[in-house]
């Protein structure tokens, strides 16, 4: 089994901040990892893949870099639509595995 | 538009059974992995399993390997899951996804808008 350790699990931080999240994976994933924001009651929507491509539409102050084992979603400058709960998702092993998410709120 | 329409919310008592459904449209269904995501109320995601319609190739997390059944028909382009005898534990929303690479169980880019599943004596 591959773990994913997200930290922290909750975030306090201001509009305008630069925020970073830091993804752990138990064993090398290569680049096979995926960011997702998620807003209460709404599916996941995907971020970023192959842990610094981002897709397509989502703002460029999202940014994932990493390679192995560590990983990190960078927020250049958080804005009030940000405030979500992150999740980062490893797909390099015969089945995939999500961190535990880490919640974004108002500082 | 290529999207997934999941069936709507379901009500069980704990022993019964259930299919919930995910209808995909506006690509080839048969060239994408469709998986199963679970998520308990106030809880994280949770990775069940993908399916490849093409060829009905399965996988399972082993968390979820013979908890649940994953199935498709690509002849109506929808996949399926399903338990066989219901527990209070999987009162849960459940979310099917699309990878948004072809042939690859890659990171999810297109999902069901989600199935809420109570399951309540």
């Known amino acids: 089994d591959i773990q994913m350790t997200q930290s922290p699990s909750t975030l306090s931080a201001s509009v305008g901040d630069r925020v970073t999240i830091t993804c752990r994976a138990s064993?090398?994933?290569?680049?096979?990892l995926a960011w997702y924001q998620q807003k209460p009651g709404k599916a996941p929507k995907l971020l970023i893949y192959k842990a610094s491509s981002l897709e397509s539409g989502v703002p460029s102050r999202f940014s994932g870099s990493g390679s192995g084992t560590e990983f990190t979603l960078t927020i250049s400058s958080l804005q009030p639509d940000d405030f979500a709960t992150y999740y980062c998702q490893q797909y390099n092993s015969y089945w995939g595995t999500f961190g535990q998410g880490t919640k974004v709120e108002i500082k | 538009e290529v999207q997934l329409v999941q069936s709507g919310a379901e009500v069980k008592k704990p022993g019964e059974s259930l299919k919930i459904s995910c209808k995909g449209s506006g690509y080839s269904f048969t060239s994408y992995w469709i998986g199963w995501v679970r998520q308990m109320p106030g809880k994280g995601l949770e990775w069940m399993g993908i399916i490849y319609p093409g060829d009905s190739d399965t996988r399972y997390s082993p968390s979820f390997q013979g908890q649940v059944t994953i199935s498709a028909d690509k002849s109506i382009s929808t996949a399926y899951l399903q338990w066989s005898s219901l527990k209070a534990s999987d009162t849960a929303m459940y979310y099917c996804a699309r990878p948004g690479v072809p042939s690859s169980p890659d990171a999810f880019d297109i999902w069901g808008q989600g199935t809420m599943v109570t399951v309540s004596s």
């Open positions: 064993q090398s994933i290569s680049s096979w």
